[in-house]
C-alpha cells in the first residue's frame, strides 16, 4: 500500500553527476526517514545516506563530501545529489522509508519500505 518510485540512474562517466529522486506515495499517515542504500552483484546492500524528519543526516564514508541527501516534505520525495561519482559508485541505488501508517481501529503500523532500485554506473 505503500510505493517508492525512483528515478534519476543512469550512466556517468567518472567525475560526473546524478541526481536520484524517490517519491513516496500511498497509505501514509507519516515519513519518519528515509534514505538511500546500494547494492553491487555479490555484495551486501549498505547504507549511502539517509535523512529523518527534523532534517538530520547520516552519510556512508563513501560518500561523505560528494553527496547530499536532502528532501521535499510536501511532495513526500528524498534527493541523493551525486558529485564526483566514482567506479566504485557503480550500485543499484534503493530507497527506503520508514512509514507510519494509520490501520484499523486507529492502530498506528511503522513499517520500511523499498523501492525497486535504479542502476548507476560510472564507467568511461
Known amino acids: 500500500q505503500v510505493q517508492l518510485a525512483e528515478s534519476g540512474g543512469g550512466l556517468v562517466q567518472p567525475g560526473g553527476s546524478l541526481r536520484l529522486s524517490c517519491a513516496a506515495s500511498g497509505s501514509i499517515f507519516s515519513i519518519n526517514a528515509m534514505g538511500w542504500y546500494r547494492q553491487a552483484p555479490g555484495k551486501q546492500r549498505d547504507l549511502v545516506a539517509a535523512?529523518?524528519?527534523?532534517?538530520?543526516?547520516n552519510y556512508a564514508d563513501s560518500g561523505k563530501g560528494r553527496f547530499t541527501i536532502s528532501e521535499d516534505n510536501a511532495k513526500n520525495t528524498v534527493y541523493l545529489q551525486m558529485n564526483s561519482l566514482k567506479p566504485e559508485d557503480t550500485a543499484v541505488y534503493y530507497c527506503?522509508?520508514?512509514?507510519?501508517?494509520?490501520?484499523?481501529?486507529?492502530?498506528?503500523?511503522?513499517?520500511?519500505?523499498w523501492g525497486q532500485g535504479t542502476q548507476v554506473t560510472v564507467s568511461s
Open positions: 527506503n522509508a520508514l512509514v507510519t501508517t494509520a490501520q484499523a481501529m486507529g492502530i498506528m503500523t511503522q513499517h520500511e519500505y
Open positions: 535523512i529523518a524528519v527534523g532534517g538530520s543526516t
